[in-house]
């Protein structure tokens, strides 16, 4: 009898033990969604320090893009390119003749398509040279402006915005449009906002970004939601959405969808900071694979080189796999303090997200 008792009592022991085990290695997994490290999400941080030429001034570098050992930026509206390790290799662009408003590389030809002005579309080589300026007004109406470009399959895709003045009030619409490597056009979408089923429509950033899910080749627009409130919801519903196929994400013959985050292979992320100091800005993420997610007022902490907080991650392409950031200032003294010295000091930041 005794020893059946003790017997038993090291099996409620071991049972016990093994349930508290499944519990803390469950909260330990579990990451707290207000609070998050780049680690998280990253496999690897590839820091760029961007070294000028004593003469140049890079401020804010925006449009990332890679091809090859090439490294293409936007700074002040204007395009440069420096190689993968961050040497300045010239300036594209002349502040005199255009103002870019986006760009995208064609890897065959090694050209550079640049948007900007008016409705201006230029061609340039890598080395700078300006090959072609198409004007678009002979294609558009004066009612049609674009104000993205992107390049997928060969082709180029932009956003658009058309305005009907023939009405009573004028009527506004959002388009993506395909057009051939020249300008030439293909098809156009108009873009309708994703139903969420819930009452009143969330605020969106006005000018929308072209987004492409690699996994299932589905074309959409990006546009974040003011506030954070629903987003967690909303994720979950085009997720669904997704797994099922439903026909309000796809097989919409005149129109593409307009969603408010970015579908990676496995994360899903939404920023808004468009004001400074705003209280309503995040950053959302989302893991399609594990279900988790982050709501960060201050962004994710770089525990890769210990800059601070990490309050918005751009894409590098339209298939969200690969972001960038960047610092400069008191924030990459410790880790970078050659570059700290420099006149332009900013290191730029490429992420590359878990697969």
């Known amino acids: 009898m005794k020893r059946a008792f003790v017997l038993l009592s090291i099996l409620c022991l071991l049972v016990c033990g093994l349930q508290g ?179 009143g429509q969330p605020l969106i950033h006005w000018d929308p970004l072209i987004g492409i899910d690699k996994d299932s080749g589905l074309l959409y627009a990006y546009s974040p939601h003011a506030s954070a409130r629903h987003l967690l919801r909303d994720t979950l519903l085009i997720q669904k959405a997704k797994e099922l196929h439903d026909s309000a994400l796809f097989g919409q013959d005149d129109t593409y969808p307009q969603l408010p985050l970015r579908m990676g292979s496995r994360y899903w992320i939404a920023s808004f900071n468009q004001v400074p100091n705003n209280d309503k800005d995040y950053l959302f993420c989302y893991d399609t694979r594990q279900g988790h997610h982050w709501e960060l007022k201050e962004g994710f902490t770089d525990n890769f080189y210990q800059t601070g907080h990490v309050k918005s991650l751009e894409p590098i392409d339209p298939y969200g796999e690969t972001y960038y950031y960047y610092k400069q200032g008191e924030a990459i003294k410790k880790a970078f303090p050659d570059q700290a010295t420099q006149e332009s000091p900013i290191v730029l930041f490429l992420v590359k997200l878990r697969s």
Do not use: M
């Open 21 to 199: 085990y499944k519990l803390l290695r469950n909260n330990n997994t579990t990451p707290n969604p207000f609070k998050g490290k780049l680690s998280d999400i990253a496999d690897e941080v590839i820091a760029i320090p961007l070294r000028d030429t004593g003469e140049l001034r890079i401020k804010s570098p925006q449009n990332i893009r890679q091809e090859g050992n090439n490294l293409f930026l936007v700074s002040e509206g204007i395009l440069y390119r420096f190689n993968r390790e961050g040497q300045f290799i010239c300036q594209i662009t002349q502040p005199d003749e255009i103002q870019v408003a986006g760009y995208v590389v064609n890897p065959a030809k090694k050209e550079l398509i640049v948007l900007g002005n008016t409705d201006d579309i230029f061609y340039y080589s890598f080395e700078g040279k300006l090959l072609l300026k198409k004007k678009l007004k002979s294609n558009l109406s004066e009612e049609r402006h674009l104000y993205s470009i992107e390049w997928h399959d060969n082709q180029l895709l932009t956003t658009e915005k058309r305005i009907d003045t023939t009405q009573t009030r004028p009527i506004v619409t959002q388009e993506i449009a395909t057009y051939d490597t020249l300008f030439r056009p293909i098809e156009r979408k108009r873009l309708a906002a994703f139903d969420l089923r819930r009452d």
